[in-house]
């Protein structure tokens, strides 16, 4: 292979398991799609990483620290140097947390950047309470983002709010999921669950405080004839544990380790329904459109979700779930009901959610994002 024909080399930063970060392995899919050569830089979290369980080529940093002020330092630096000492022709910020090091390195190698912004990063709960820590990271933000051309995000609110702060609007790429049209469900009898039962679910890797979590657990507990599946990761998985033991709850609530995405749409499309109880306490929740909508709309079962902009707008516009007024047991376990006791009802919502999944693809939104990479590759 001759120099003119080298493949160009694009790298991601992220620091969530590469495992289960969907939109990385999409955006990564698609540039490789384009004949790029992909590397995704990480850190190494768990067994799964072990395991190299996705297609691209990886580089995974072991951290000392897992967490904080001297995890995000360290490996800033480590990302840092790696982009400085490697040749890449195209750099990825995947959210603010990895953005400093990229767009030094831009600046003293002369490459391109894209900044992939998957939520809006200094109103997340975790740093609310931590005015120190939040400004920093604002700080950061204020002083990069006005000089960066090429950004994404998930959401034409968080798109909006950018504009108005920096005067620079990204595109919108929603987290669309793939096809799952292939995929098989498991039945009842490979679940263990009972057939007169409501199936639902609730999916993802940021199981964390102002979710709803904890509202849907005492939900379960009041509402009879209702079996749920937990699949996923987050900081508040050993609370709603704990509180399922403290019901007596085992036999109708199940938690599932994070899955790889096909293994976990199996179980996502024996549910009934899917849960996004998120609550609107910050604005990045209240911006947001979580993966899990589209993952159930693909797997064609209705949502139960609470009232956030751009969730409703998807719900409504397709009539394929329920949106409940606020996230309490009661609101949860009234929806709960409706689906369980109306299966005419029930039947038509996921009809409708067949429907909509034709339209909310990621094949689609790939098309945006295929045109900013050969933009900036010029192929």
């Not at 080529?57 to 904080?68: C, E, L």
């Not at 090091?101 to 391109?112: C, E, L, T």
Request: proline share 4%; hydrophobic share 40%.
């Amino acid at each position: 292979m001759t120099a003119s024909d080298k493949k160009p080399s694009v790298v991601f930063s992220v620091t969530n398991c590469i495992c289960h970060d969907q939109r990385v392995q999409k955006m990564a899919s698609v540039v490789t799609g384009l004949g790029c050569d992909v590397t995704i830089i990480g850190r190494r979290r768990g067994e799964c990483c072990e395991e190299q369980q996705v297609p691209f080529r990886t580089k995974r940093y072991r951290m000392i620290f897992k967490k904080g002020f001297l995890f995000y330092k360290f490996f800033n630096i480590r990302l840092l140097f790696s982009l400085l000492f490697n040749k890449y022709d195209l750099l990825v910020a995947d959210d603010l947390d990895t953005l400093l090091p990229n767009y030094i390195a831009s600046k003293i190698r002369k490459v391109p950047l894209i900044y992939d912004s998957h939520e809006y990063f200094t109103e997340v709960p975790e740093i609310q309470d931590r005015p120190f820590v939040k400004w920093i990271w604002k700080t950061i933000e204020r002083s990069i983002f006005p000089h960066v051309r090429n950004v994404m995000t998930v959401s034409d609110p968080i798109a909006e709010k950018y504009s108005e702060e920096y005067g620079i609007r990204p595109i919108t790429v929603r987290n669309c999921a793939e096809t799952s049209k292939g995929i098989k469900s498991y039945t009842c009898e490979e679940l263990g669950i009972d057939h007169s039962h409501l199936l639902a679910i609730l999916q993802g890797t940021g199981i964390n405080a102002d979710r709803g979590g904890k509202e849907l657990i005492e939900a379960i507990g009041i509402t009879d004839g209702v079996t749920l599946l937990i699949i996923g990761s987050g900081d508040l998985l050993p609370l709603l544990k704990s509180k399922v033991n403290d019901l007596n709850l085992q036999s109708r609530v199940r938690f599932i380790p994070a899955l790889p995405w096909n293994e976990m749409m199996r179980y996502t499309k024996s549910a009934d329904a899917g849960l996004s109880p998120d609550k609107g306490s910050n604005l990045n929740y209240r911006f947001s459109l979580p993966n899990k909508i589209f993952d159930y709309i693909s797997a064609g079962i209705p949502v139960i979700a609470g009232d956030l902009q751009e969730v409703r707008k998807i719900i409504e516009g397709n009539n394929c779930g329920i949106i409940i007024p606020e996230i309490t047991p009661q609101e949860i376990s009234k929806a709960l009901i409706k689906l369980r006791d109306d299966r005419l009802f029930l039947n038509r919502l996921k009809q409708n959610a067949v429907t909509a999944s034709e339209k909310l693809t990621w094949e689609k939104e790939a098309e945006k994002v295929a045109a900013i990479y050969r933009s900036l590759l010029k192929i």
